[in-house]
């Protein structure tokens, strides 16, 4: 597996699993109706973001990241980020692979800490993963992800120092 920076190619490859995965609503604070050219627009970055993909050895796309800033001005020296596996082509340490990527990155670039700002509670294989490369959580915010299948459940707020 390969971690490289999106192509606007790929694409045609993102969307579908995207869409499955912000449709379903159990993973993120996205619009569940999101349209094509509003979640290429969300997930796409221009830098000083970055997008990357992570793809097999015959090129096929595994899954996908996003990192930037968490905050402008004082704020914006620590980074977040947003990752999504191909549910096709999960636990074949996608996740953990695009994880390892992004925190290399953001420490490269001279981020001090990565945040994320909504992790759903009840998403427990990403909980794990970002336990197991130096995330804690800070807190969890009661009820404020209304999860299709669980309710209210709650979201937590996610950092380790870089």
């Known amino acids: 597996m390969t971690v490289r920076d999106v192509v606007p190619a790929d694409w045609a490859a993102i ?6 995965i912000v449709a379903a609503g159990e993973t993120y604070c996205y619009d569940r ?3 094509e050219d509003q979640a290429r627009r969300l997930w796409l ?9 992570a793809v097999d050895t015959e090129g096929a796309i595994l899954g996908t990241a996003n990192v930037h800033r ?3 001005g004082p704020g914006a020296h620590v980074a977040t980020a947003s990752f ?7 636990g074949r340490g996608v996740g953990r692979a695009l994880g390892e990527h992004v925190i290399g990155w953001a420490r490269a670039q001279g981020y001090r800490s990565m945040q994320f700002n909504a ?12 336990r197991s490369l130096g995330f804690r959580i800070l807190a ?3 009820e ?10 709650g979201l937590h707020v996610m950092h380790r120092h870089l």
């Open 15 to 20: 969307w579908p699993f995207l869409h499955r």
């Open 33 to 35: 109706g999101s349209t």
């Open 45 to 53: 970055l221009e830098p000083p973001g970055r997008t990357v993909v």
């Open 70 to 72: 968490n905050q402008g």
């Open 84 to 90: 999504m596996v191909d549910p096709a082509r999960a």
């Open 119 to 130: 992790l759903v509670e009840t998403n427990t294989r990403a909980v794990a993963l970002w």
């Open 140 to 142: 969890t915010v009661p």
């Open 144 to 153: 404020a992800f209304d999860h299709p299948v669980h309710g209210y459940v």
